[in-house]
C-alpha cells in the first residue's frame, strides 16, 4: 500500500474532507502552497459566479504540525461558503422536505451524470448526483495532488501545465521555460500574452451567445530520471495510470502522451527517439515518446495532453425531458463557466503529482523525506552513470 | 474486492500464467472461445516471424469444469512454443552463462523499454526488461479478459473493434452491424474489403523500406445500460478505468472517449448529446460523450479510440548506443511485426471487457451468473423505464 | 472496489475526518445512532478523565441527506474538545516552538508504540506517534463502523458484544437474548449485573495501586446467513478478514473465533458441529466453528473473542530511558484509564460490521439498499432452502 | 502497490499456479529452498496417505533466470500427482458427466467449508468447493511465502515455528536457539526429543478411534529491527496483517501475539515490556508484547501462536445430511490426516514471511535487493543508534 487518498463532499454541502495517507514524515508544508493551488484552480476568463463567491476557505486537521509533515494521514476540510444557503435543504439530519423539493433536478442535462447518475441509483431527480459530480470535487483532489506536488518539489521535480488550444483556436506548447512559467502563473494559463486577448474575445462570443467552449492543455514533468514506474503487470504501468488520473477529471474526453495520435501517422523510423551523444550524455534527439517507454520513465521529459469537451451547462439551455412528467423540456441550468480550461490544467498538474508521488513511494519506500530524497538521488546518479560516456 | 487478474511470463520463456479471480460461478467457457480470441491476436497483414511460430497453446489448470466456471480462481498456461530453443539461456535454476551471455542486449531499442528498464533495475543490460516487456505479455490478458468477455457476452453486452487507421491513411469507422461484423472478422480488422488492399500496399511499403507503421482502432461497446460505473471518487470512474487499460497496452500513446480531441474544438451546444424521443425511448440524439458521462455509462454505445505509434523494431535499425562499450551503434534487431494495429484491437476489446466486467460484479455482486444475469435485466429494466414515455 | 474507509486524526490535534465510501443509498442514519455507539465507546467503569472532558461532537459533511445515504461517500469531521488548550503546540502553521517542546515525550511508554514509532520514523521524541496511535482514533473506527452497522440492521444482522474477563475475573458469555441486551446497554458491559460489584472492586484495587487492567470480550453477530465471505484466495476469507480488524484494536493481543485455542485440545469427534434436524430444518448440534467454516459463514452465529493486555499508560510509571540524555528514568504519564474492556468491545462491534458490511457489498453489489435488501432476503430464502427437509 | 500475491488450484485438478509480483530483482532463489519448504509441509506424524502419494512437483515460468530473481513477476506451476486419475471428472473441457457424478459430495462434512460454499454458489454438491478449500491450497501458498522469505533471509531476518502442543497435551517453547532450528528440522515440529514417543502414541491413539487431532503451534520472528510496520490505519498495522494471514490458514480458529489471551488476566505493572541497559543498548527486561507495540515492531522477537481446531475429516464420520434426498446420513469420507500441527506451522512461517517482505518492501521500496539491502541496513543501524547509551 502506497500513498493512498480519499475525499468525499458535495458542491452546496457542508464542504469536502480530503485524506491522504503515506506522505513521509519531514515535507515541508506551507498553507501558501496549497491557497495558491487552490487559487490558480479559480482563474480563467470566462469563469462562472460560483468561481467569485467560492473562497475555498480550508483547515488542515491533521498529519501536518509546524509546516511539517508528521508521518501521520493529513487531512483537509475544505470549506464551502455557500452552505448557509443551502443548508435547509442539503443538511444531513435537519433537512427541509419542502426547501429540499425545490431544489429537485427532474430535468438531466445532456452532458453532466444527471442521467447516468439516476440511472445507476434509481433516483427520481439528480440532485444527490449534480452534488459529487460538480467539478468543485476537484477542489479536494487538487489539495491532495497539491501535498503530493510538495514531495516531487522537494526531489527536484517540477510539474507545469500550459493551455493549448481553447475552442477551435489552437495554441503552441510554451518554447522556452519562461512560456512555461508564464503560462503557470497566468491567469488563463497561455504561454504568451499576444494570445490572450483573441482567446478572450472567443470566450466572450460563446459567453453572449449562452454557449461553452472546451479545449486542450499540455502537462510536462522535468527532471524526472529513467526508471520510474514499472512494466511488471499493465495496472503498474506509468502510462496507463496517468490516463486514469487525467481521464477522470471532468469534462476530459481524450489524453495522449508523447506526440499521441500524431505518432499513429508517422513511421517508425521518424517516430522512436533515437539515442545521441550529448555533452557527454547519451540523451535523445526527439521526445516523441513523452518521456514513458514500455510504462517506465526513460529519463526525458513527460509530456502528456488533455482535451476536454465544453462545459455542459450553457445558458442557451439543451433539450432534455422531465423524468417525472416525462415531457420534452429544456436542460436545468445551474450558474456555470463558459470554460474551464485553464483550470482544468491546474487540476491536471495535481492528478500527476499524485499518481508520480505514489509511484516513487512504491519504488522507493518513504517514512521519511530524508531517506526518500537520498534514495532518490543516488537512483538519479545511478541511471546518469548508465548514460554517461 | 471484485475480480483480480495477475498474469507473469516472459516472451523466451517456458509460458505465461494467467489467473483471474472472482467470476461468478457457471459461467459457460469453451476452449474455443479463448482459441478464437488468441487466433484473432495473431492476425493481421505485416505480422513478423513469431506470429507463423507461435501456436498459443494454452492449458486450463483450475476454476473451469465441464466447460463451466466453477466460481474458483482460473488458472491458464499459456505454452510458449519456442521455449525448447531459448531453454538454455532462458531457465531459472539450469541457466549456461554462456547461452545466457550472447542473448544480452546491450543496444537499447529506442521506442521499447530497454533503457527504461535498465534504469529502473540497474541492469547492464536489457534481456530481463525485453522479456517481460515483450508484447507477448498481451495474450495472457487477452486470455484473461476474454473470460471476462463470455461474462459480458452472457450478459447481451458486445465487445468489438475496427481498425481506424493504418500509418497516414485513415479508415472510417464501421457504418453498420454488418461492417462491425466483418470488421472483427477479418484478418486486418476492416469494416470494409474495398480498402484491404490499399492498406497491404501501405504495410508492403514499409516492410520493403525496413520501417513499421502505427495506427489507430476504435472499440465500440453495445447494450450496456446507463448507471454502469460510479462518480463516487476519481479512480472509480468508467472512464478513467477505461483509459488506464488501454493506454496500458504495449505502444498505445493516445486514448479518447468519444469525440475525444475533437469535441474541445466545438461549441457546448453542438457537442452534449440532447434528449429526443425516439419509439416511445427518451434516447440521444448524438452520441459524442461516447456513452460515458461523469464516470458512469448513459446506456448509449461507448465508443473509445486507441492510437499505437508505430512499432519500435525496425529492420533499418535506429540509432542507439552500447551501454557497454558506451559508444554510438545500430539498435539491437528481435524479428518484428510490421504493422500490429489489428492484434492490438483485439487486446483492446480484451482489456475493455475486463474492466466492464469489474465494474459490473463490483456493482451487482456476482457468485453466480443466475444472480448477475437477474440482476443485470432487473437494472436494465429499471433503466429502461426511467427514459420510457 | 467495495466499501472503502480512511481517517484521520490525532488525539490532541483539531480532530478526525472519516470518510466512508461506497455505502449504498437509501440507508436510514440518524445523529442518534452515531451519538449512542460513540457514548457507549466511553462507557466503563474506570475510565480516564479524558473521557469525562471528551464530549464527541460530530458532524457529517457529506453522504447523508435527510437522514438518509445518497450513495456518496460520507464524510464526517469528529471534533477534540480539547483542541483549544493543545492549539498552540499541534498547529498546521502556527505552531509555538517552545509549547511544541513542552509537550515533547523523550521517555517512551512500554506497551505503547512510542519507540516503535520513534524507531520507524527516526524521531527524537515520541509526541507525534503518540498522537496518531491513541485509542482516539477508535471514536473514527466507531463512526465508521456504526454507518456499517446501520447496513447491518437494516437486513436484520445484530451484532453485539460482551465483556467477559476483567483482570483475572471471568465472566461467563451471555446465556440469553436478554443478557445479550443487558451486557450491550449496561455501562460495564456485563450481561448479568450480579457481576458489577466484584469487577468494580478489582478496577478500584488496581486504580488505587496505579494499576492498569486488560480483559476480554466476546463479539456475537445473528441472523447472519450461510454462503457470506469466500475462499477464493487467502485473503478473501472472512475469518482472516475478521482477525485483521479485531486485532488492529489497540491492546489487542488475541483473537479467537468459535472455540478458539480451547478447541485444539479436543478430538475432532467432539469438536466438529454435526448437523442435526431441528424443527424442520439441518442445523448444527455445536457451534464450535464460530459460525465460519472454510472463510465463509455457515448460518450460525458468529462468536469471536478478543484478548486486551492491559492499558500502558499507569499511574505507577514503568521503567524506560530518555532517548535524548540516554539514561533510565520513568516513563511519561498521560491521564489513562484503568481498564477500557467495555469501551474496546464496541470498537469491537464497530469493526465487526465494516468487515460484514464489505464482504455483504462485495457478495451482492449495492447501488441501493432496495436492491442489497431483496437479494440479501433472496440469498437467505434459497440457503434456508438448501438446510430444509 | 506492494507485493501483490495470487494462486488458483483444485485439489484434483491438474495443478496450483503461483504468481508472485512486486518482489525486487537480483534476489538468490535455489530449487532445494522451495523443495525444502514443501517437504517440511508434508512432514509430521499421522499424515494421511496423500502425503505419500504426493510428490509436489513444481515448475517455474518466469521471474527466475540462473537463480536469481529478475523483478519480473515469478510464477510457478505446481502439480498433482493424482491428477491422471481425476481428469475425467475434473477436466475444464473433457468432463465426462458420469465420472463427475460419481464424485460428487452430497453429505456436506461438519467442520469443512462444504455446506457455506454451497449455500454461497447454490451449488447442490459439495465437489467444487472441497477441490478448492482442500489444505493442498496451502501448498501454494508455501511457495509464494518461500519466496518472500528468501527475502527476510537475505536481509538477516529469520522465521521458525515450534509445534506448541497436539491434542490435550502442551509441548513448551523452544529454549535455545538448537531447540529452534530442531523444530524446524524434525518432522514433528517438536523441539525437544523427548516429547516425541508421547505425542506419537496419542496420534497413535486417535487414528485407531478413527478420530483427529488438533494443537498449537508457535512462529518467532528475529533480528527484525524496531520500526517496521505502521499505525497510520488500522488496515496498516502489522499485528492486524498478520492475524489476517494466520486465521486464514485453514482449521486455524485462534491466533495470539506475544503473552495473548494470558496477558489479559495479569496487570499493567507486570505485564509491560520495561526498557533496561544491557551490555550498552537500551533493550526490554520481557517480551509480553510480542515484539509489536502499536501495529509497529519494536525491535525484539516476533512471537505469534496459533491455533488449530482438530481436522474436520474423521475416520469415524460425523453425523450430517444428504442435501439430495434430505435424510441424516454419515459424512463423506476423504483420505485425511490425523494432525497437521506439524505441516501448518510450515505454512505459518510462509504466510508469515509474505506479509513481513510486504511489509519491507512497502517501508523501504525495492526494485532491486541491492538497494532494500543497504536500506535495510540504514534503518537497522539508525534504530540501534536510538536505543544505544
Not at 35 to 64: A, H, I, N, T
Not at 214 to 240: C, H, M, Q
Not at 314 to 337: N, Q
Not at 358 to 371: K, V
Request: hydrophobic residues 35%.
Amino acid at each position: 500500500m502506497s500513498i493512498r487518498m480519499l475525499s468525499c463532499g458535495e458542491s452546496h454541502g457542508k464542504g469536502y474532507l480530503i485524506i491522504v495517507e503515506g506522505l513521509p514524515a519531514g515535507l515541508p508544508i506551507s498553507k501558501d502552497c496549497i491557497e495558491e493551488q487552490l487559487s490558480r484552480r479559480r482563474r480563467g476568463y470566462g469563469r462562472g459566479e460560483r468561481m467569485k463567491l467560492e473562497r475555498d476557505e480550508f483547515e488542515f486537521y491533521s498529519g501536518v504540525r509546524g509546516k511539517v509533515t508528521t508521518g501521520n494521514p493529513i487531512g483537509v476540510v475544505l470549506h464551502n461558503s455557500e452552505w448557509e444557503k443551502w443548508k435547509d435543504s442539503m443538511d444531513a439530519f435537519e433537512l427541509k422536505e419542502d426547501e429540499a423539493k425545490e431544489r429537485e433536478i427532474t430535468k438531466p442535462r445532456p452532458g453532466h451524470a444527471d442521467a447516468s447518475g439516476m440511472a445507476k441509483f434509481g433516483f427520481e431527480e439528480a440532485r444527490n448526483v449534480l452534488e459529487r459530480t460538480s467539478a468543485r470535487a476537484t477542489a479536494a483532489w487538487t489539495i491532495a495532488g497539491t501535498l503530493c506536488r510538495r514531495l516531487l518539489e522537494d526531489l527536484g521535480v517540477a510539474v507545469r501545465s500550459s493551455v493549448t488550444s481553447v475552442g477551435p483556436r489552437s495554441i503552441g506548447l510554451p518554447r522556452s521555460e519562461e512560456e512555461w512559467t508564464r503560462a503557470c502563473s497566468s491567469d488563463m494559463g497561455l504561454p504568451r500574452e499576444e494570445d490572450e486577448e483573441e482567446i478572450m474575445s472567443i470566450i466572450d462570443e460563446a459567453r453572449s451567445s449562452g454557449d461553452s467552449l472546451g479545449g486542450t492543455f499540455a502537462i510536462s514533468v522535468k527532471n524526472i530520471p529513467a526508471g520510474i514506474g514499472s512494466y511488471s503487470e499493465w495496472d503498474r504501468r506509468l502510462d496507463g495510470r496517468l490516463a486514469q488520473a487525467l481521464m477522470s477529471i471532468p469534462s476530459a474526453k481524450g489524453v495522449e502522451i508523447g506526440g499521441g495520435f500524431g505518432l499513429s501517422q508517422r513511421p517508425g523510423s521518424e517516430v522512436h527517439d533515437e539515442f545521441v551523444l550529448f555533452s557527454g550524455l547519451w540523451t535523445r534527439r526527439t521526445n516523441n515518446a513523452g518521456g514513458i517507454e514500455g510504462g517506465v520513465t526513460n529519463g526525458e521529459e513527460l509530456t502528456l495532453h488533455v482535451a476536454l469537451k465544453p462545459i455542459p451547462t450553457l445558458k442557451k439551455p439543451l433539450r432534455t425531458f422531465d423524468v417525472r412528467i416525462k415531457r420534452e423540456t429544456s436542460a436545468h441550468v445551474e450558474r456555470g463557466d463558459v470554460c474551464v480550461v485553464p483550470a482544468a490544467s491546474v487540476v491536471g498538474e495535481a492528478m500527476t503529482s499524485l499518481v508520480l508521488a505514489q509511484a516513487l513511494c512504491e519504488q522507493f519506500g518513504g517514512d521519511r523525506m530524508e531517506d526518500l530524497r537520498s534514495r532518490f538521488e543516488e537512483h538519479t546518479k545511478r541511471t546518469r552513470r548508465m548514460f554517461h560516456v
